[in-house]
T-cell receptor, first 112, second 114 residues
Framework: GEDVEQSLFLSVREGDSSVINCTYT??????LYWYKQEPGAGLQLLTY?????DMKQDQRLTVLLNKKDKHLSLRIADTQTGDSAIYFC????????????FGQGTTLQVKP | DTGVSQNPRHKITKRGQNVTFRCDPI?????LYWYRQTLGQGPEFLTY????????KSRLLSDRFSAERPKGSFSTLEIQRTEQGDSAMYLC????????????FGPGTRLTVL
């Protein structure tokens, strides 16, 4: 079946790097995504990676995918207080509806 | 603003009443999705439209729930005979089915059933 799991909480100091981890079970996933949700706000798509890629970098964000272990991570360099939010990992199969299967979210707390 | 919009933003209703939510996707996005999010959880898929055709429904979508997208543009989600367990944030997303099928989410409608 489809399942996505994340650790619930991460606390870092401003300026440090943050690494948020995610595991998924569906080996036929086509794309994997990271979304950010701030309090009272909607979901913001940060980045996504195609399942045949190992890494994708976008400014301060680096996504690493280990397809063998079904492990996805999001690294945020030089973490700022504005990065404090809930981060959701999601996977989908584009050959079907493309619906997203989300993890339960990781709350990132950035201390000044 | 050309993003996904949802109305109303908040809805408080009494148990047993019917409610209807509206989603206006990004123009020319042919795919539209509804999700439900409860406190402390990630969003859960409810249903999916490709243009006006409803192509997939989750087992979460009981027969009290119905969704439409009559002209392939805006969509409505109706809940009949609401129950307290229906209290949640209802999210709408749209995509153009291009590379990555990037889904852009609206702000959501928060439903409270008393």
């Amino acid at each position: 079946g489809e399942d996505v799991e994340q650790s619930l909480f991460l606390s870092v100091r401003e300026g440090d790097s943050s690494v948020i981890n995610c595991t998924y079970t569906d080996s036929s996933s086509t794309y994997l995504y990271w979304y950010k949700q701030e309090p009272g706000a909607g979901l913001q798509l940060l980045t996504y990676i195609f399942s045949n890629m190992d890494m994708k970098q976008d400014q301060r964000l680096t996504v690493l995918l280990n397809k063998k272990d079904k492990h996805l991570s999001l690294r945020i360099a030089d973490t700022q207080t504005g990065d404090s939010a809930i981060y959701f990992c999601a996977e989908s199969q584009l050959s079907l509806s493309g619906k997203l299967i989300f993890g339960q979210g990781t709350t990132l707390q950035v201390k000044p | 603003d050309t993003g996904v919009s949802q109305n109303p933003r908040h809805k408080i209703t009494k148990r047993g009443q019917n409610v209807t939510f509206r989603c206006d996707p990004i123009s020319e996005h042919n795919r539209l999705y509804w999700y439900r999010q409860t406190l402390g959880q990630g969003p859960e898929f409810l249903t999916y439209f490709q243009n006006e055709a409803q192509l997939e429904k989750s087992r979460l979508l009981s027969d009290r729930f119905s969704a439409e997208r009559p002209k392939g543009s805006f969509s409505t989600l109706e809940i009949q005979r609401t129950e307290q367990g229906d209290s949640a944030m209802y999210l709408c997303a749209s995509s153009d089915s291009g590379e990555g099928n990037e889904q852009f989410f609206g702000p959501g409608t928060r439903l409270t059933v008393l």
